[in-house]
């Protein structure tokens, strides 16, 4: 699953805000309702979100 946090910038109001979702998506500007703002900027935070706990874990195969 991927994880974006994305980076708005509303024209209308020059207001800025950050919105983590699963995917690259307009929004609505949580200052002036400006809708449909298209992020300028978006993290790719998958790699830091999934992280694989499976590898601390240490399996032990036992040699029959
Ligand atoms: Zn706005």
Known sequence: MSWFRN??????????WLAESAEV????????RAYDVVPYRSDDLTRVV??????????KVKAA
């Not at 980076?7 to 800025?16: P, S």
């Not at 998506?25 to 002036?32: E, N, S, T, W, Y």
């Not at 999934?50 to 399996?59: D, Q, T, Y």
Request: a neutral charge; one cysteine or more.
């Open 25 to 32: 998506q307009d929004a609505d500007c949580p200052h002036c």
């Open 7 to 16: 980076h708005y910038v509303c024209v209308a109001c020059e207001g800025h």
């Open 50 to 59: 999934v992280r694989a706990p499976a590898a601390k874990v240490r399996v």
